[in-house]
């Protein structure tokens, strides 16, 4: 079971949208699938939750027991079989575990509960877009990091600040933990700038600059709108960014085999 927090120290770059995407392409392979919101802002949880949660990603961080994990766990809003998807939900209070600490002296919680949940075939963390205990929760309990990057300047130093991080956590707090990749999110074919900058990201990630990227399409919008998996658009764009998503889900599970 990959746990895969998704990442950028960058707000807006796209990592909900990735977590949502992926999501769907474990849908469309018939994989449980538990998104676990970390972000106070809860976009995650206003597309995905399909009834108000019993607890939420707060309860579980102050009491990091397999039964408050268990109570957490509520049905997705898609038309998806039951247990398909299920998301432990955000909430504003979320908030008040997102206490800076250096790594060195934050200690994790989440991974306690987590490591003994069963049941799921893949586990998607979205974070949120700052570096703090939450993010370092995310990235201690999981065997994979995802970093989202948009290919302008802004975008790369939040992918470099979050490979920083992630070695950090690596070497203090989670042996297992690897980097998956960055992915380029909203890249423009006819622009040179983004030309410049995915050039960019080759240089700092070398191998690690995940193919292919993800173009900017109107789709995302469009499945945000209506609340459902981009999977699930009848348009040229979210069938091309539906067999990239599936391409990336595949290497999360093969990564972890
Ligand atoms: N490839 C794409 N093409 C077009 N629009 C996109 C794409 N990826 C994301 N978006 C849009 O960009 C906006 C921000 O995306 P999203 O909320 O996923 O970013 P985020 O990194 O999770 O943001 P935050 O840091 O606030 O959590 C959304 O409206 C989403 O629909
Ligand atoms: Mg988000």
Redesign the pocket.
Known sequence: MPIVSVL?LK???????VVLGLAGAATVKGLATLVIDL?P?G?ATSILAAQKPKKTASDVLAHPTLDTLHEALTACSWEVAPGEVDVICSSPDLIKHDSFRDAANFHPHLGKALRRLEGYDLILIDC??SLGSLTREALSTSDQALI?ATPSYFGLQGAERAAVEIEEIRKKHNPTLHLLGVLA??VRSVSEEHDFRIAELGDLFGKQVLKPS?????A??QA?GYGKPIQTMNSAGAREVSQIFEKHLNKIMKATR
């Open positions: 950028s707000g807006g770059v796209g990592k909900t949208s972000d802002q976009n949120p877009p989202v999110n909203r993800i173009p900017d399409r109107i995302f919008q945000e």
